[in-house]
């Protein structure tokens, strides 16, 4: 037993890496994996340009989301697109930006457009509180979030960390809500709360005629 604590760290002590960097580094959760994967060698890039050199065919689809494909030439002007929004609204290198999103597309429209401009996001599902705690340990003014965010945790959220802007975006965004199933539907409105966050400072991604994403 004592060995094993010596060996795990703790859910804090890896929270605490993490925004130092430190867990970036050491990678304890490799510690898991088999030998050939904690030794596999990583290619000294971004992933963007990992992606560019590894797609041969730019018009094939990369992303199935719902009825919508995406090849990486739409990607690629998409991510190019966000990165400028992102600048313009104040976000710049070396910033650290709270992204709490699902397994949606925008996810890496976000994750590829803040390496684009030297950001990165940091990234969280966990209880309100938790999440409050590392939107002010980032000391970003900027979240993005689904627009199921409650008014409740909005309010939370302004009133205990720098956040200035909330970027609200709905997981319909960049699909075909036709062709979801009823159950998948179900599972999302039920997320949505009787009052939902409204503060006039937030923007409301939920249109594919967004000019954010």
């Not at 060698?41 to 971004?46: A, L």
């Not at 710049?92 to 429209?109: H, R, T, Y």
């Not at 409050?132 to 959220?157: M, N, Q, R, V, W």
Request: hydrophobic fraction near 35%.
């Amino acid at each position: 037993m004592k060995k094993y604590q010596k060996d795990v760290a703790t859910d804090s002590d890896i929270c605490c890496d993490f925004f130092s960097d430190k867990a970036s580094k050491q990678r304890p959760w490799m510690n898991n994996y088999p030998d050939e994967m904690r030794n596999m060698k990583v290619p000294d890039c971004s992933l963007f340009e990992f992606l560019k050199d590894h797609i041969r065919d730019e018009q094939s689809a990369i992303i199935h989301y719902y009825g919508c494909d995406y090849n990486f030439k739409e990607i690629k002007k998409k991510v190019g697109d966000t990165a400028m929004a992102m600048c313009a609204i104040g976000i710049k290198q070396g910033d650290k930006i709270p992204v709490f999103l699902q397994a949606v597309p925008e996810f890496l429209l976000l994750l590829l457009a803040a390496e684009k401009i030297g950001a990165v996001i940091v990234c969280r599902d966990d209880t309100p509180q938790n999440c409050a705690d590392a939107i002010k340990k980032t000391g970003s003014k900027f979240l993005f979030t689904h627009d199921f965010l409650s008014k409740e945790d909005e309010k939370l959220y302004f009133e205990t960390t720098n956040l200035e802007k909330i970027i609200t975006i709905s997981p319909y965004h960049m699909a075909d809500k036709e062709s979801m199933s009823d159950h998948i539907i179900k599972s999302i409105e039920e997320r949505y709360p009787e009052q939902k966050a409204d503060n006039q400072a937030n923007l409301t991604i939920n249109s594919a005629k967004s000019p954010l994403l």
